[in-house]
């Protein structure tokens, strides 16, 4: 599959890691087309990139990981797609790895990093809850819904850049995107060294946004799963505030009325996005 490997690389201020990251990758993949996307970059990633080998593409400035990887995505001319990042964290060895499992049949593979390869304890907790959260949603295991290290079929993951937003949660959407069209997705298991230079990513103010893409993905993945427990919980508690003022002032409260009423409009909400959701991913082919 060499001939048809592209490698995207997204790159903002990488100048110490990348030239190190392409000639790894040179040395283990010397088809490959490698594409560097420089994401505004204030130093000199955008050189040290081309100088190594790598074909460099430009944003005129920094328009986030998202919008890097969506770059990557339309300037690759392979069919298979590698994402990884340009910091030295993710090992080129593992690429045979995805790749072999991406030819047994799956349109996705991830790397999902294990124990000790998480930034902080802190970011590896919050990945956990996002994991779990994410396999609620799906009905599917999601062992690392923010690895952005990751092998995809091209013609697959263009159908859902609309979708994907311009800043670091890409992973979770393209994820989950695949899984409600009824792609295929699989993990193996990865370790991720420290990152070389400092990290972009802010932990509270991404990890908020981070858990916020979840529940918008959810309403794009499956509506009912967030709309439903809330139409559940107003139907409980309007039945549970109606029963203590029948008890206590023996009539009918407006309070149960609204809640009675909020419960069902919240209900018919969650069908009709489904619907709409269904008509998203309809097949276009």
Same mark, same amino acid.
């Given at each position: 599959?060499?001939?048809?490997?592209?490698?995207?690389?997204?790159?903002?201020?990488?100048?110490?890691?990348?030239?190190?990251?392409?000639?790894?990758?040179?040395?283990?993949?010397?088809?490959?087309?490698?594409? =560097?996307?420089?994401?505004?970059?204030?130093?000199?990633?955008?050189?040290?990139?081309?100088?190594?080998?790598?074909? =460099?593409?430009?944003? !005129?400035?920094?328009?986030?990981?998202?919008?890097?990887?969506?770059?990557?995505?339309?300037?690759?001319?392979?069919?298979?797609? =590698?994402?990884?990042?340009?910091?030295?964290?993710?090992?080129?060895?593992?690429?045979?790895?995805?790749?072999?499992?991406?030819?047994?049949?799956?349109?996705?593979?991830?790397?999902?990093?294990?124990?000790?390869?998480?930034?902080?304890?802190?970011?590896?907790?919050?990945?956990?809850?996002?994991?779990?959260?994410?396999?609620?949603?799906?009905?599917?295991?999601v062992e690392?819904?923010?690895?952005?290290?990751?092998?995809?079929?091209?013609?697959?993951?263009?159908?859902?850049?609309?979708?994907?937003?311009?800043?670091?949660?890409y992973p979770?959407?393209?994820?989950?995107?695949?899984?409600?069209?009824?792609?295929? =997705?699989?993990?193996? !298991?990865?370790?991720?060294?420290?990152?070389? *230079?400092?990290?972009?990513?802010?932990?509270?103010?991404?990890?908020?946004?981070?858990?916020?893409?979840?529940?918008?993905? *959810?309403?794009?993945?499956? !509506?009912?799963?967030?709309?439903? !427990?809330?139409?559940?919980?107003?139907?409980?508690?309007?039945?549970?505030?109606?029963?203590?003022?029948?008890?206590?002032?023996?009539?009918?409260?407006?309070?149960?009325?609204?809640?009675?009423?909020?419960?069902?409009?919240?209900?018919?909400?969650g069908l009709?996005?489904?619907?709409?959701?269904?008509?998203?991913?309809?097949?276009?082919?």
């Open positions: 599959m060499k001939d048809m490997i592209s490698i995207v690389l997204p790159a903002k201020n990488e100048a110490k890691a990348i030239s190190a990251v392409i000639e790894r990758l040179r040395s283990l993949w010397q088809d490959a087309e490698i594409i =560097v996307v420089n994401d505004g970059s204030t130093d000199e990633t955008a050189a040290v990139a081309q100088a190594a080998g790598a074909r =460099v593409v430009h944003h !005129p400035y920094s328009k986030g990981n998202g919008a890097a990887i969506k770059t990557g995505a339309r300037a690759a001319t392979g069919e298979v797609i =590698v994402f990884m990042d340009a910091d030295g964290q993710h090992d080129p060895a593992d690429i045979p790895r995805l790749l072999d499992k991406l030819n047994n049949g799956h349109d996705m593979v991830v790397g999902a990093r294990q124990k000790g390869s998480q930034a902080s304890l802190g970011r590896g907790f919050a990945n956990g809850l996002y994991n779990r959260l994410a396999s609620w949603m799906t009905g599917h295991k690392d819904l923010t690895s952005g290290f990751r092998a995809v079929r091209a013609s697959k993951f263009r159908e859902f850049l609309y979708l994907l937003p311009n800043g670091f949660s979770t959407t393209s994820t989950m995107a695949f899984f409600r069209a009824g792609y295929s =997705v699989a993990y193996i !298991p990865i370790h991720a060294a420290k990152r070389i *230079g400092k990290s972009h990513i802010r932990l509270l103010r991404d990890g908020t946004r981070f858990l916020l893409i979840i529940f918008k993905i *959810g309403t794009l993945f499956s !509506p009912l799963k967030i709309f439903a !427990p809330v139409a559940l919980a107003m139907f409980l508690f309007a039945s549970g505030w109606y029963g203590w003022t029948w008890a206590h002032e023996g009539r009918f409260t407006n309070m149960s009325a609204l809640l009675y009423t909020g419960s069902v409009i919240t209900f018919m909400m009709i996005s489904e619907q709409i959701t269904a008509l998203m991913y309809r097949d276009n082919k």
